[in-house]
């Protein structure tokens, strides 16, 4: 019998999008597409900093998906 055996997968990073009225129209729609396993977050009041990524208890704002993936790195 032959075992696959899989590396342990780390913590996949909490990713949430605002897509609220001002984000959703300055750019969290498409983070939402470029940002695998994302999830969608409702307005954080941030609305003047769009698009506004919530990652692991920090707001990114006027974030971009390169930004949010060097954030994940650190
Ligand atoms: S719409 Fe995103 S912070 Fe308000």
Known sequence: MNLLVL???EKQPYIGVC???RCGDYGGR???QALRDSEAVNC???CAHAPVVALEGRCLLRA???EVVEEMRR
Do not use: E, I, K
Request: hydrophobic share 55%.
């Open 64 to 66: 971009t998906a390169q």
């Open 44 to 46: 954080r009041s941030l």
């Open 30 to 32: 498409a983070l939402m």
């Open 19 to 21: 897509l609220g009225p």
């Open 7 to 9: 590396p342990a997968m």
